[in-house]
């Protein structure tokens, strides 16, 4: 079955520090991948995507690619902010049939300033 | 625009006790979801409705959970008996769409089984 692995946390970097979360997943076909966050309590929400091999996703500074070679969609952010400390979900969908999110497990960002 | 709202925020009852959480989803969405998020694993999925039909709930525990959307709006997730692996936040999100990615959630039900 489809399945997401990321690395394990808790994370904790300085302001300005880069990042890099890492996700690898397994699936058929050619799934949609996406990056979810969520703040302290708030729900989650969608912070990326990328629908097919080689796409790269972005927002607020937030980066990751879709690499089909290594089954990867790492994210990335040059210089992160106290206001990035959040959970960060990575997730897959299939290409086909009912598109329900599959989910990592979650890493725990804390930044410091 | 409100966002998804759930009821209660919190939770804490004892083992075979029942609870049942409440979901009210982003006006005009049909499609609803149910997912469970154990402390240290991201959310799985329950059960999806689309209007008042279930589409997925073959990861629901039957024997204990049961979920039903009256009407096509709100929607009711009961746990009977529970069980101390029910504890987790229970999320609710609302798509008005089928695109998966395209769900707005809600900010979740903390319960606690003891």
């Known amino acids: 079955g489809n399945s997401v692995t990321q690395m394990e946390g808790p994370v904790t970097l300085s302001e300005e520090a880069f990042l890099t979360i890492n996700c690898t997943y397994t699936a058929t076909g050619y799934p949609s991948l996406f990056w979810y966050v969520q703040y302290p309590g708030e729900g989650l929400q969608l912070l990326l995507k990328a629908t097919k091999a080689d796409d790269k996703g972005s927002n607020k500074g937030f980066e990751a690619t879709y690499r089909k070679e290594t089954t990867s969609f790492h994210l990335e952010k040059g210089s992160v902010q106290v206001s990035d400390s959040a959970v960060y979900f990575c997730a897959l969908s299939a290409s086909q049939g009912a598109q329900k999110l599959v989910f990592g497990q979650g890493t725990r960002l804390t930044i410091n300033p | 625009e409100a966002g998804v709202a759930q009821s209660p925020r919190y939770k804490i009852i004892e083992k075979r006790q029942s609870v049942a959480f409440w979901c009210n989803p982003i006006s005009g969405h049909a499609t609803l979801y149910w997912y469970q998020q154990i402390l240290g694993q991201g959310p799985k999925l329950l059960i999806q409705f689309q209007n008042n039909g279930v589409v997925d709930d073959s990861q629901l525990p039957k024997d204990r959970f049961s979920a039903e959307r009256l009407k096509g709006v709100d929607s009711t997730l009961k746990i009977q008996p529970a069980k101390l692996e029910d504890s987790a936040v229970y999320l609710c999100?609302?798509?008005?769409?089928?695109?998966?990615?395209?769900?707005?959630f809600g900010p979740g039900t903390r319960l606690t089984v003891t």
């Open positions: 999100a609302s798509s008005s769409t089928w695109v998966a990615y395209e769900q707005y």
